[in-house]
C-alpha cells in the first residue's frame, strides 16, 4: 500500500526495476486488475441492456396495439357525443384523461416491477461474491425510468387518439362494415384467396377494426429478432472456431515472461517432420506511452507474426502494432508515433496496425497488448532473452498429438488456444438473447392469434354475407387460413433481411469493441427455413379462428346487425 496511492506506482515501477539490476520485473496493481473485471462485467452489461431495449420495445408495441382498439372502437361511438354537442376537443379531451391514468399507473407499478425483478441479479460469480445482498434503490434510475414510461405512454395514447378521432363521422355505414373496401374477388385468384387476402391487408375501421398494422409489426419483430439472435449465435461460433481471430496466429506457445532463454529449444523444435515453422520471441511488460501493456515481441523477417485487423505487422525496429482497447486507451491511430518505456530507457515508435493478441498472459485481455520485432525491444533493453517460441503445426498434425510427443510433464509453461475470457463471460448471462428472442417470437405468435380471433369475431357480418351469396364452411375457413398466411409472408418477408441486417450490425459492433476481426456469418439456411416456418405457424394458429368463422349463422347475425 503506497503512501500516494495509485499516483505512486510508476515511480514504484521504476525503483523497482532500478533494484532488479536489469532483470525484468512483472508488476501488477490494482487498477489493472480493476480494469479487467470491468471489462468482462461490461459484456454482461451490454447484453442486459440489449434485453431491457428488447423488452422496451415489446412493451410499447403491445401498449400501443391496445391503445389503438380501444380508440378506434371509441371512436366509432363519437358520433352519438357529437350529436349531444360534443366538439373535437371535448372527445381529445376524454381520450387524453383516459390516456393520463393508464399512463400514472403504469409509471407507479414501473418501480414495483424493477424491484421484484432486481432479485435475479447479479448473474453468475458476482451474485456470490456481492459484499451486500439485499436491495438498493438507486432513486435517480428509478424515477427517470417512471418518467420514462409515463410519457412514452401518454405520447401513445394521444397520437392513436388523434388519429382515431379524423375518422369521417359522416361515414356510418362504412364504419360499421369495416370502411369501403371490395370483399368479393375479381381477379384470377379463387374467391376463398381472394377475401382472405383482402381481410389480411384491410384494417377495417370502428368496431370491424382489426389490428393489421401492429400485428404486422408483432410478427415481423419476432421473425427479426430469430434471425438476428442467429445470426449473433453464428458469428459467435466463426469466431470460436478459428483462433487465429482471437490472436492464436500459431498452434502452440512454450514459455513465457518467466521462462529462461528458449532458443536451444526453438532448434530443436524446427527440425522435427511435424512442424512447419517456428518463431521466437520475448515477453515483456513495457510502459506504452502511460499504460504498462505486455508487449510480444518476434524476431524479425519471422514466417509467423500476431493477427493483424489494420494495417501491417511490424517489420522494422521502430514500428509497433497495438491492441484495438489499448489503442483507445491511449488516444491513438494507426500512423501515429507512442513512446515505450521500460525503467529509465525510452524509445518512440510508429504505430503501423492493430491487432488481436492472445491471453497466454495472465494480464492481457482480447484487445490489449502489442507486438513489434524483437530487435526493436533490444533498444530498451539490450540483453533481453528469447523466453517464447511460437509454433506453427503442419497440416493434419493435432495440437495433442504434438504434447504428447515432444513436450515432457517438466516442459516449461506450455500454452494452446483457449477461449478468450471476454467470451466466456457470456455464459455469465445466459442465454438471455435466446429467451428474449423466444418470447419476442411467442408475443408475434400471440399477436398472430389475436388479429385471426378478432378478425373472427368483429367480422362476423362479412362472414355472414359470404355464406348468404354461397361460400361454404370451406371456403369460410379457408379466407382466414389465407389471411393467416398473407400475414406470416409479409411478416418473414420484412422479418428475415431486418434480422440479418440488425444481427449483422450487432456483430460488427460488439466484435469491434473486443477488437477482434469483424466477420459476420449470416445463417442462411436458418433464414431460409424461417419463411415456410412462419407459414406452418401462422396456418396452425388459424386454426380455430378459421372454424370459428366457419360456423358463423348468416341470419342471426344479419338479424341482429
Known sequence: ??????????????????????????????????????????????TLRLVGLAAAIVGTMLVGQAMARRAAIDAGESRALRALGFGWSHLFGLGSARTLVIALVSATATPVVALALSVLTPVGPARDAEVHPGIEVNVAHVGLGMLAVALVVMALGLLVTSRALRVDAGHGADEASGGRRRVLPTGALPPAAAVGVTMALTPGRARAAVPVRSTLAGAALG??????????????????????????????????????????????????????????????????????????????RASIQPTVVEGRAPEDTDEIVLGTRTLEDLGRRVGERVALSLGREAVVMRIVGRGVFNEASSSTRLGDGAATTLEALRRLTPDIESDVVLVRLRAGVSTAAFLASHLTPAEVNVYVPTKPSDLSELDRVGGLPSVVAGGLALLAVGALAHALATSARRRRRDFAVLKTLGFTRGQVAGAVAWQASVLAGLAALVGVPLGLGTGRWAWITFAGSLGVPARPVLPLLVALLVVPATLVIGNLVATVPAWIAARTRPAAVLRTD
Not at 33 to 45: C, E, N, S
Request: aromatic share 4%; no cysteine.
Open 223 to 300: 421473425v427479426a429478432a430469430l434471425v438476428a439472435v442467429a445470426t449473433f449465435a453464428s458469428s459467435i461460433r466463426h469466431l470460436l472456431d478459428d483462433p487465429k481471430l482471437y490472436g492464436w496466429n500459431w498452434d502452440v506457445q512454450i514459455g513465457d515472461s518467466f521462462a529462461p532463454d528458449l532458443r536451444p529449444r526453438a532448434q530443436e523444435l524446427s527440425r522435427r517432420d511435424d512442424v512447419a515453422s517456428v518463431a521466437l520471441a520475448s515477453s515483456v511488460r513495457v510502459r506504452v506511452g502511460s499504460i504498462p501493456v505486455d508487449v510480444l515481441a518476434i524476431e524479425q
Open 1 to 46: 500500500r503506497l503512501v500516494k496511492g495509485s499516483v505512486g506506482v510508476p515511480d514504484m515501477e521504476r525503483a523497482l526495476t532500478d533494484l532488479a539490476g536489469g532483470e525484468q520485473v512483472v508488476i501488477t496493481n490494482a487498477a489493472e486488475q480493476t480494469k479487467v473485471v470491468q471489462r468482462g462485467l461490461d459484456v454482461q452489461a451490454a
